[in-house]
């Protein structure tokens, strides 16, 4: 069964606007959980990741917020730009082998 | 810079055909990884190694296998290619409990 789950599968944003994709997990070890961003022909790279002893963290205009008790987490950005539409992951691993359990991923696109 | 080299960016094979999909990354990892993308799946785990010579079967490890002789270098194989095994292949590095690093990606189409 799918370790983590992540919605929405599209979503379609307003310059400026802000953009939320949400991810839900079972598995209480993960103790890491990056998201990652693709645009098209690339491979995916770390955009910002969280461990569960915060329930928040910013970089500029990307923030997680995790939610523990929920087993839940979501990235959200603020002010999307036209830069920012690509395909982002959400991950969760555990441990020091980083066997990453991956969403199945969110298209972004945001219209200027 | 983190960089995490795929041989090749396309490769089109016919079926049956043993295929072999090579990863280098020179970052000194001990975890490296290979898996699928699919549109709609994610990206699922094929295999995965904490060491040379180790492996572990992720996800989906059937019609696959892998190599790791040396750290740096992490290789997949498809014994024998089936159109079903058309998709995106990523292969990534890590070191343990951090962030993993992606290649460029192999887009495999099996005819």
């Known amino acids: 069964q799918q370790q983590v789950k992540q919605s929405p599968q599209s979503l379609i944003v307003q310059k400026g606007g802000i953009s939320i994709i949400n991810c839900a997990y079972e598995n209480t070890a993960f103790d890491y959980f990056p998201w990652y961003q693709q645009f098209p022909g690339k491979g995916p790279a770390l955009l910002i990741a969280i461990r569960p002893d915060v329930s928040e963290k910013k970089e500029g205009r990307f923030t997680i917020s995790f939610n523990k008790s929920a087993k839940q987490f979501s990235l959200h950005i603020m002010d999307s730009q036209p830069g920012d539409s690509a395909t982002y992951f959400c991950?969760?691993?555990?441990?020091?082998?980083?066997?990453?359990?991956f969403g199945s991923g969110t298209k972004l696109n945001v219209k200027p | 810079d983190v960089k995490v080299t795929q041989s090749s960016r396309y490769l089109v094979k016919r079926t049956g055909e043993k295929v072999f999909l090579e990863c280098v990354q020179d970052?000194?990892?001990?975890?490296m990884f290979w898996y699928r993308q699919d549109p709609g799946l994610g990206l699922r785990l094929i295999y995965f190694s904490y060491d040379v010579k180790m492996k572990e079967k992720g996800d989906i490890p059937e019609g696959y296998s892998v190599s790791r002789e040396k750290k740096e270098r992490f290789s997949l194989i498809l014994e024998s290619a089936s159109t079903n095994q058309t998709s995106m292949y990523l292969c990534?590095?890590?070191?343990?409990?951090?962030?993993?690093?992606f290649g460029q990606g192999t887009r495999l189409t099996v005819v």
């Open positions: 990534a590095s890590s070191s343990p409990s951090s962030e993993a690093f």
């Open positions: 970052m000194d990892h001990e975890n």
């Open positions: 991950a969760a691993s555990q441990g020091n082998f980083n066997k990453f359990y």
